[in-house]
Structure formats: C-alpha cells, structure tokens
C-alpha cells in the first residue's frame, strides 16, 4: 500500500479507501433523501388541491408561502399576487402588531387554536370576517417555522 500525502499529513490508502466509503454512504443518503423529499412535494402537489376550504400558510414573518385556489378565489387575489404577499397585506392595520404576536404566543401553548376570528380585505377593498382554525408548523429540530390558517366559515 502507498502513503499519499495531503496538507502534510500522511494518509494510507487503506484510509482513503475508508474515507471514499464513508462518502459513498453521505452520497447514497443524500440521494435517498432527495427522492423522500420529491416525493413528499409529490403527495402534497396531488392533496392539496382538493382541499376544498380555503386554506394558506405563511412563513414565522407572515409571508404566505401557499394558498389554495379557494382562498385565492376567496379574496380576489391571484394565487402569484398571494405569494408575493405578506399576512399585512391582507389584514387591518391593528391586526399586525398585537394580534399577532398574541397569536404566536398561543400558538407556542398550543399547536391548534380553532375557532379564531380574523378579519381580511378583498381585493376590492372589501373587509371580510372569517372564523379559521389555525395549526402552527415546526421544523426537523422542533424550531416554530409558520402558520397554517383554514377558514372555517365566512361571517
């Protein structure tokens, strides 16, 4: 066996065999990951559209990151308006501070509020009242990371 030197350090190629082995693995775990990941976008790609409540998730920010065709119809908006939107767009102004932050501070007692009264404008500048359900979404190490809001019902 031959000695390979790398930064001045002295590495047998029984190491280097070791060590193109343990990348092979991060390599084919990557590549698993990648097909769970794809087809869990799949999944939701083909449940989502069949949600037939109105429905929209934002980010820890506000900014909605999806919304279904019901909850687009629902206020006006095209679905490509919504996502360059922010929860403040379609709220009252006395909604965005204290509403909020007492809505993240529920949601870190309880993952599910139901029956929560919220108040949206239209595109038209119509003001709309809904009663939603509202579920906060973790990430993988139990950090908060959005909101998911459905309405329940229109007022």
């Not at 082995?21 to 097909?35: A, D, P, Q, T």
């Not at 009252?92 to 929560?116: A, D, M, V, W, Y």
């Amino acid at each position: 066996m031959g000695n390979y030197i790398s930064n001045d350090v002295v590495i047998t190629e029984k190491e280097l065999i070791r060590e193109i082995l343990n990348l092979k693995e991060k390599i084919s775990e990557i590549e698993n990951e990648k097909r769970n990941q794809r087809k869990i976008i799949n999944q939701y790609k083909s449940i989502f559209p069949k949600i037939t409540q109105p429905m929209f998730f934002t980010d820890v920010d506000g900014k909605i990151i999806d919304a279904n065709k019901e909850f687009s119809d629902l206020l006006g908006y095209s679905f490509f308006d919504l996502k360059r939107m922010t929860i403040k767009s379609i709220t009252p102004f006395n909604f965005h501070q204290n509403e909020t932050k007492i809505l993240l501070e529920e949601l870190e007692i309880s993952p599910i509020i139901k029956g929560r009264f919220a108040e949206y404008y239209k595109i038209n500048g119509e003001k709309i009242q809904v009663e939603l359900e509202i579920h906060s979404t973790f990430d993988e190490r139990n950090n908060f990371e959005g909101i998911t809001r459905i309405v329940k019902s229109v007022m």
